[in-house]
């Protein structure tokens, strides 16, 4: 791997932030940046284990555990298009720490909760602060990243959603042994929140932000700071004119904004429905082992997940996004389509079928966060990546609630047939809208050409 031991060691004449070689910086901006999808991960996650102790306890409706399931994703569609806006106007670093504050307060107080209204409104509270993390976190990395490490280091920032999620799995598994397990579950998010707020505090504010609203020597003395004492303003490379917010809602932008929402949408889906009701799922597929063995499977799904991920970081800078992308989609419909045909095939084709839906969703899950951060100019590219966080959370909180009543009312074979479906959507508008920006600069990747 080709990581300098120190931010002067990179630098060269002609350089930019686009060529200079990966350094220490860059790798701890992307781990701390990291811990928003990971605590991302492990508040969906939890919850979806979590759920199996509260809905007995409370005799929880479908209408309540539907709402609850979805709550954080109506957060996370409130705080991506809200603070999303934000982050371009304000910066990047102040919102970096304010968010996962916020978490960690709404995360304690979860164990004190002692209704569905209650439990709702922190769980949309946090979605809010998750949501806000999105665009904060993946600007900053994108901003610093240099062009060939760029597609690997936000795509690495979803993996560890995976990551968060698969070690909720696990923490659910042991806590559910207490009858009032399901408060230290939701309330154990408050640990790793803590500990990435202290990792966040000495990031700096993004150069590529600071010269976009004309502090340019800020952002010279963050470039020396971070990637060379000998940067330079003509390290960071010159993007095309000011681009204001409205121009999203209009022209090449606007169908970039159209085709991250509805490729995000169709990733997510039928990906939070199984977070947030998992181990139900399992449940019904006539496991011999009942509720002990869908919470372990439940597990081993979040490992496939995570496994997917690190394949596709492997092969997107070498295949390219679009093979990736389309690819995913068709393969992992093809897991889902089996489930629906022969959802009573017996624990090993479960779980093959489970599997090759879980790795092959990898490709469009790393490229969630790639091509937003790629496709839109600094000045709003908080606000983009905000408002396609958004919109994908308003199909993915429509499915997640209504995940519950359609394995009631239509059943497990049907909900099956659904989630295909979605995922061909997804492979089939990929292949006609999904640009290629393998090895490309940021600033032309950005630029309406």
Request: glycine fraction near 10%; include cysteine.
């Amino acid at each position: 791997m080709d990581v300098d031991t120190s931010a002067s060691a990179g630098h060269r004449p002609g350089s930019t932030l686009d060529t200079l070689h990966l350094n220490r910086f860059h790798i701890r901006l992307a781990l701390v940046s990291s811990g928003g999808p990971f605590l991302d991960g492990y508040i969906l996650g939890i919850i979806g284990i979590a759920m199996v102790q509260i809905q007995d306890q409370w005799r929880m409706s479908v209408l309540w555990s539907g709402l609850i399931g979805a709550s954080a994703l109506i957060g996370v569609f409130v705080g991506g298009a809200v603070f999303g806006a934000v982050t371009d106007r304000i910066g990047r670093r102040l919102m970096f720490m304010i968010d996962l504050v916020a978490i960690i307060v709404c995360s304690v107080l979860q164990f004190f909760v002692t209704n569905e209204v209650e439990l709702f409104v922190l769980r949309l509270l946090i979605g809010i602060a998750v949501g806000a993390d999105y665009p904060i976190a993946t600007s900053l990395v994108t901003e610093f990243a240099p062009r060939a490490w760029r597609a690997k280091l936000l795509g690495g920032l979803n993996a560890m959603w995976f990551v968060g999620a698969t070690v909720a799995a696990f923490v659910g598994y042991l806590l559910l042994r207490s009858p009032d397990g399901w408060k230290w579950m939701l309330a154990s998010s408050a640990v790793p929140a803590a500990v990435i707020v202290c990792a966040r505090a000495r990031i700096p504010e993004s150069p590529r932000w600071l010269h976009s609203k004309g502090r340019s020597r800020e952002a010279v003395d963050v470039l020396r700071q971070t990637v060379s004492e000998h940067a330079t303003l003509a390290d960071l490379p010159e993007e095309e004119g000011a681009v204001p917010v409205s121009a999203l809602l209009t022209g090449g932008y606007l169908k970039r904004v159209v085709f991250i929402s509805i490729f995000w949408t169709c990733t997510i889906v039928t990906l939070f429905a199984i977070y947030a009701f998992g181990p139900q799922v399992l449940a019904l597929f006539n496991l011999n082992g009942g509720a002990d063995e869908a919470n372990l499977g439940y597990g081993l799904i979040n490992l496939f997940f995570l496994i997917g991920n690190v394949v596709a970081l492997l092969l997107v800078d070498r295949l390219g996004r679009r093979p990736i992308l389309i690819g995913g989609f068709a393969v992992s419909a093809l897991g889902l389509l089996y489930l629906a045909v022969v959802p009573d095939s017996g624990l090993w084709m479960v779980a093959i079928a489970f599997a090759v839906y879980a790795v092959f969703n990898g490709g469009p899950s790393i490229l969630e966060w790639i091509y937003p951060n790629e496709l839109f100019p600094t000045e709003v590219r908080a606000t983009a990546v905000g408002l396609c966080t958004g919109i994908s959370r308003i199909g993915s909180a429509i499915g997640t609630f209504a995940t519950p009543w359609s394995l009631t009312a239509l059943g497990l074979s049907a909900t099956m047939y659904i989630a295909a479906g979605i995922a061909l959507v997804g492979a089939l508008v990929s292949s006609f809208m999904a640009p290629e920006t393998r090895n490309k600069d940021l600033h032309v990747t950005s630029a309406l050409l």
